[in-house]
């Protein structure tokens, strides 16, 4: 593990963060403080900025303007500012850990080397010790006994659960996860989500980006709502769900619950 802020800091700040596509301003001026062992989820309409704000907090995404601190990392952005280089960026990554939509595994190593790859070539660890930390995060995530298979012979579910080992083989301080069951057939999301509620429970810390409601308000510690390049109301999640106070997040919501509502069926009799 890399720096822990001191009791009370938070463990990622970002502060009045901005940026653009081109004449597209997706983020403006966006904040979050996530305390250590926190758990935040972002929620809200596509285009409403949240994978965006979720990779500029590992520098996938470069900010225009704002300040970023995360697992003892500090940058700051602005025309005034210094670039910042690859060699920075990597550093920042090797702490924050990113699980994306798509399980980008490569397909001609299996899951085992998969998941070593990284430590090794990045961290420098030990094969040994590589492969036995591995072999503990795989059996975390429910795959022990799939280690010597190539990706191709796994369902999505174990895939993406294959990336989240991979992602915590660096040892990260914070996990970052953008929509990570978006891309699944609903009958591999609960799988997936089961071990994010285990690392929740763990103490990880996690900033979420998720579609998945009821998954949100059951491990999330606060919940954030970001319309349209701003977070328009953020708060523990039996006030986003049962009292949001914008207009816009009542609509998003009741969405959502006709949503579930029409997928469940008629109540039977």
Known sequence: MNAIPADGAPMLRATAIHKSFGDNHVLKGV?????????????GASGSGKSTFLRC??????????????????????PRQRPIGDAQAADLRR??????????????????ANV??????VKGMARDEAEALARQLLDKVGLASKVDAFPSRLSGGQKQRVAIARAL???????????VTSALDPELVSEVLAVMKDLAADGMTMVLVTHEMAFAAEVSDRVGFML??????????????????????????????????????PPTQ
């Open 31 to 43: 904040s979050l403080d996530v305390a250590r062992g926190e758990v935040v989820t972002l929620i």
């Open 57 to 78: 907090m590992n520098l996938l995404e470069m900010p225009e303007s704002g300040q970023l601190e995360a697992a003892g990392h500090a940058f700051a952005f602005g």
């Open 95 to 112: 702490d924050v850990g990113m699980v994306f939509q798509h399980f980008n595994l490569f397909p001609h190593m299996t899951v085992l």
């Open 116 to 121: 070593i790859e990284a430590p090794i070539q």
């Open 169 to 179: 083989a660096m040892r990260p301080d914070i996990m970052l996860f953008d929509e």
């Open 228 to 265: 349209g390049g701003e977070m328009a109301e953020i708060g523990p999640p039996s006030d986003i769900f049962q009292r949001p106070n914008h207009e816009r997040l009542k609509g998003f919501l009741e969405r959502f619950h006709k949503q579930a509502a029409f997928c469940s069926g």
